[in-house]
């Protein structure tokens, strides 16, 4: 393993896109940083900037106003960079799939990596799920 | 012409600073992990931060803004950083004397990095970036003049002179300034002037992540964000020395002198982590008053002691 991909997979920083979520899943992202579980051990970080991320964590279901948003923060940040979906509703779309505004889960608009199912996902899930994308990498 | 060129990028210059800066940086996260009981990252960790944003990611330029001045200045901010590391650096190091007057060329390459962050922010043609660098030149406003005040103070101090040795020197011989009521007064005004010199939290409005979305530095990614860490690095390691070396008695490597000179610097250093850790981020106006007001204040009392001779 080079020193790029190895320095890659030690400090995945993370830019969180809530779309239509019921505020559950952001609760429990919070939940990850408190010191219970601190993902600082494993040199994960949230930034503000999309310019600055390597992950992009979306949660929540995808509604028509909120995909070309979407689309824009993807092509907002530096490649190479993964994409995550939290939730149900970012996996499948959830209890919201079948309602009118709904714009498709997250893999039909941009590239997934990683999936976390559950409603809300438990931040043990997370940071499983993160572990296990840096091992990919 | 070798000799200077190995002073300023490998030892002291931008290398070791480098080094020590990114040693000084993990040691900044942990402690602040440990404050808020969590354990906080590995040793390495802002050395993989590093090579990651310097190899592994792309760059990404402005649509609307001046790509030249985008990319020069975090370079132009490395080398004024640099440039200032090997001043503070060689006298405390024993490798030259320094010349006459280096504490003031001082407080002009200190300014370098601040002033370049701004260029390049405004460069970048973002909205957010263009409040973040407003706010980081009202900073630099308030601030300055506490610092300059407290540079004349030091130098009075030392009956006037003009030169860092000299100064660490004379320290040596007749005991620390901080050993006065007026070296404790300007020793604290010092600390909260290099705080905001580093833009740490009670000061970081320049960039503050959750409102302005990290402000100035917004539109940096890649290799140019890594030059802005670098950069930051550096200043994370000489402020504190910098300290050390007019306040707390110099730096003195040489015996049993090397321990005491490595405990100054942590000192200052744990110091700037726990005032960062305890208080929350003021607002703009806030800090131009608390800097503007109290802090010339407070160094002007100072200067009051030494005359009376305290």
């Not at chain 2, 200032?84 to 407080?107: E, H, Q, Y």
């Amino acid at each position: 393993m080079g020193l790029k991909s190895f320095s890659l997979k030690k400090s995945l920083w993370v830019f969180h896109f809530g779309g239509a979520s019921c505020n559950n899943c952001d609760i429990e992202i919070l939940d990850c940083l408190t010191p219970r579980y601190d993902v600082e051990r494993f040199g994960i970080k949230l930034v503000g900037s999309p310019r600055h991320a390597d992950v992009l964590l979306v949660n929540g279901s995808i509604n028509k106003r909120d995909k070309p948003r979407l689309l824009e923060v993807y092509d907002q940040i530096a490649k190479p960079a993964f994409v995550v979906a939290f939730g149900a509703c970012g996996c499948t779309g959830g209890i919201f799939a079948e309602g009118i505004t709904f714009a498709g889960p997250v893999d039909t608009i941009i590239p997934v990596d990683a999936y976390i199912p559950g409603c809300p996902p438990k931040p043990e899930a997370m940071l499983s799920a993160l572990m296990k994308l840096a091992e990919t990498i | 012409m070798a000799e200077q060129l190995f002073y300023f990028f490998i030892y002291p210059g931008m290398l070791f600073a480098g080094i020590i800066g990114i040693i000084f940086a993990w040691a900044d996260r942990k402690v602040t992990a440990r404050v808020q009981f969590r354990q906080g990252p590995p040793v390495l960790q802002p050395f993989y931060d590093f090579i990651k944003l310097l190899l592994v990611k792309e760059t990404i330029l402005p649509k609307n803004g001046s790509v030249i001045f985008f990319l020069l200045a975090p370079v132009l901010g490395l080398f004024g950083a640099t440039a200032a590391a090997v001043i503070i650096l060689m006298p405390a190091l024993g490798l030259t004397s320094g010349f006459r007057g280096d504490i003031i060329v001082l407080f002009y390459l200190l300014a370098i990095p601040t002033l370049m962050f701004i260029v390049g922010a405004l460069a970048s043609g973002n909205p957010l970036s263009s409040v973040g660098a407003s706010r980081e030149i009202k900073m630099v406003l308030s601030y300055e003049l506490s610092f300059i005040l407290i540079i004349a103070g030091v130098i009075l101090k030392s009956e006037m002179t003009l030169q860092l040795n000299e100064i660490m020197a004379l320290q040596q011989s007749q005991g620390a300034f901080i050993a006065s009521l007026s070296g404790i007064v300007m020793f604290i005004a010092a600390l909260v002037v290099i705080q905001g010199k580093a833009g740490m939290v009670p000061f970081d409005m320049a960039e503050a992540e959750t409102e302005l979305a990290e402000g100035i530095f917004m539109e940096y990614s890649g290799t140019a964000y890594a030059i802005i860490k670098y950069t930051k690095y550096i200043l994370l390691f000489i402020l504190p020395v910098f300290i050390a070396e007019i306040f707390l008695g110099g730096l003195h490597f040489e015996g049993i002198h090397i321990l005491w000179s490595i405990l100054k610097v942590l000192l200052v250093l744990v110091l700037m982590i726990l005032i960062r850790n305890t208080n929350p981020r003021l607002k703009i106006g806030q800090a131009m008053r608390f800097y503007l007001l109290w802090i010339n204040l407070l160094v002007i009392a100072g200067l009051v002691l030494h005359y009376i001779g305290i």
